[in-house]
């Protein structure tokens, strides 16, 4: 959306819009990528369109409007009560920071695990159970259906496709 600006926190009216479809293999990377692509598009034609009086602005509905807080570290966090398709969601919305994470028990302490890449499956289980761990990745069930990890992150360690981290890796 190109829009003017005002006083609020945006609430200007809009001059113009795009849309974008979110694929199932995006995440906010690519889609901030993407995005800033479409946006850059867009502003080069709405200027000069705007500037010669051919557009004309629309105001925007306040219905429907919800502010969105800033996101923090602690967000990322995954509660695996809740269903599979949530955490998946969370876990795209979040790459790269904070990123969805959980943690895996270790002495002294538990280890954080960053969660890159995921998919949701059907297999259920109780919540934070992991139901299958091979190189096709890691299965945990969630509130509902499941998530299959195919690339995370120990603390301090590299990317890994799950393959990879279970090489190395005892769950």
Same mark, same amino acid.
């Given at each position: /959306? !190109?829009?003017?600006?005002? +006083? =609020?926190?945006?609430?200007?009216?809009?001059? $113009?819009?795009?849309?974008?479809?979110?694929? &199932?293999?995006?995440?906010?990377?690519?889609?901030?990528?993407?995005?800033?692509?479409?946006?850059?598009?867009?502003?080069?034609? /709405? !200027?000069?369109?705007?500037? +010669? =009086?051919?557009?004309?602005?629309?105001?925007? $509905?306040?219905?429907?409007?919800?502010?969105? &807080?800033?996101?923090?570290?602690?967000?990322?966090?995954?509660?695996?009560?809740?269903?599979?398709?949530?955490?998946?969601?969370?876990?795209?919305?979040?790459?790269?920071?904070?990123?969805?994470?959980?943690?895996?028990?270790?002495?002294?302490?538990?280890?954080?695990?960053?969660?890159?890449?995921?998919?949701?499956?059907?297999?259920?289980?109780?919540?934070?159970?992991?139901?299958?761990?091979?190189?096709?990745?890691?299965?945990?069930?969630?509130?509902?259906?499941?998530?299959?990890?195919?690339?995370?992150?120990?603390?301090?360690?590299?990317?890994?496709?799950?393959?990879?981290?279970?090489?190395?890796?005892?769950?």
């Amino acid at each position: /959306t !190109i829009m003017k600006m005002d +006083a =609020g926190l945006d609430t200007g009216a809009i001059l $113009s819009q795009a849309k974008t479809p979110i694929h &199932s293999e995006d995440n906010s990377e690519t889609l901030h990528d993407r995005l800033a692509r479409l946006g850059a598009e867009l502003l080069l034609k /709405t !200027i000069p369109e705007y500037v +010669a =009086g051919r557009i004309p602005s629309q105001a925007q $509905s306040a219905e429907g409007v919800s502010y969105a &807080s800033k996101i923090k570290k602690q967000d990322g966090h995954i509660d695996w009560t809740q269903p599979a398709r949530v955490i998946w969601n969370r876990v795209r919305g979040l790459v790269p920071w904070p990123g969805a994470f959980s943690y895996l028990p270790g002495q002294p302490q538990p280890h954080l695990l960053k969660i890159w890449q995921a998919e949701v499956v059907e297999p259920s289980g109780q919540p934070g159970e992991i139901l299958q761990a091979d190189k096709t990745g890691i299965v945990v069930a969630c509130g509902h259906g499941a998530l299959r990890i195919l690339k995370l992150q120990l603390e301090g360690g590299r990317r890994l496709t799950t393959q990879e981290f279970l090489a190395g890796h005892e769950l």
